[in-house]
């Protein structure tokens, strides 16, 4: 997961969103940070100084594991999304290839996650990221934490690969293309 010597330092896209700016959901129907979704995480992130985000994630009944504790795949999925979000400031569309996350303290039912993110090195079509989950504040104590590396993909991905019936509706809503096109993939 370390990045190779040859990697060099993200550099935030011009054209960003400036810092302190919501980034908004990148799909309605998306799990992480979508609208659509009732039992979805809702995350908003925020953009961030450099190449870097925050976001916050509370933690509702549906998101359980054990009996009023957050399930880990539901804490890694916040950890992922809020480190995918980095796209938006690099203006690159990316998926997580590998995810490695590392659970330092149980999180109950109704904790607000306090989530933050930075690109750490690119090198070619390669995002290295990480990510921090805090419990009581942004500075709190550290419950969850991950590294990843993302690859950055052509809007192909997603219509090469997408059931028809979502990829279809996606392509009917002129929002979604907007958004789908707006960043090009430069190797
Ligand atoms: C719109 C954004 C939404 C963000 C939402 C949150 C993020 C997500 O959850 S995305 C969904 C989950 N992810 C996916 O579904 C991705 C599924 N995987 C894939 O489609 C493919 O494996 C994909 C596109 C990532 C890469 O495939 P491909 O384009 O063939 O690239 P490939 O050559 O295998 O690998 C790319 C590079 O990564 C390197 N690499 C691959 N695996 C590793 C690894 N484990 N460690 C280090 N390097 C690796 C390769 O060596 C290669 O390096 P180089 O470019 O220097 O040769």
């Known amino acids: 997961m370390a990045p190779p010597p040859r990697a060099t330092a993200p550099v935030r896209h011009p054209d960003a969103p400036p810092t302190g700016e919501l980034l908004g959901s990148h799909y309605g129907h998306c799990f992480g940070c979508g609208g659509q979704q009732p ?3 809702h995350l908003e992130v925020r953009a961030g100084q450099q190449v870097d985000v925050t ?3 509370t ?3 549906v998101h359980q594991g054990a009996p009023g504790l957050a399930h880990g795949g539901v804490l890694t999925t916040a950890l992922d999304e809020t480190m995918g979000s980095l796209g938006w400031l690099l203006h690159v569309v990316m998926v997580t290839r590998r995810l490695e996350t590392e659970f330092v ?3 109950p039912v109704g904790t607000v996650l306090h989530l933050a993110a930075h690109a750490v090195a690119a090198e070619g079509r390669k995002v290295f990221t990480t990510a921090t989950g805090r419990i009581g504040g942004p500075d709190g104590p550290l419950a969850v934490r991950a590294d990843a590396l993302f690859v950055k993909v052509d809007v192909e991905h997603f219509t090469e690969h997408g059931r028809d019936e979502e990829i279809q509706a996606a392509m009917a809503d002129p ?3 907007r958004r789908a096109r707006a960043f090009k993939v430069n190797p």
């Open 39 to 41: 039992h979805g995480l």
């Open 175 to 177: 929002d979604q293309v």
């Open 59 to 61: 933690v509702r009944p």
């Open 105 to 107: 303290r149980p999180v």
């Open 55 to 57: 976001a916050e994630f």
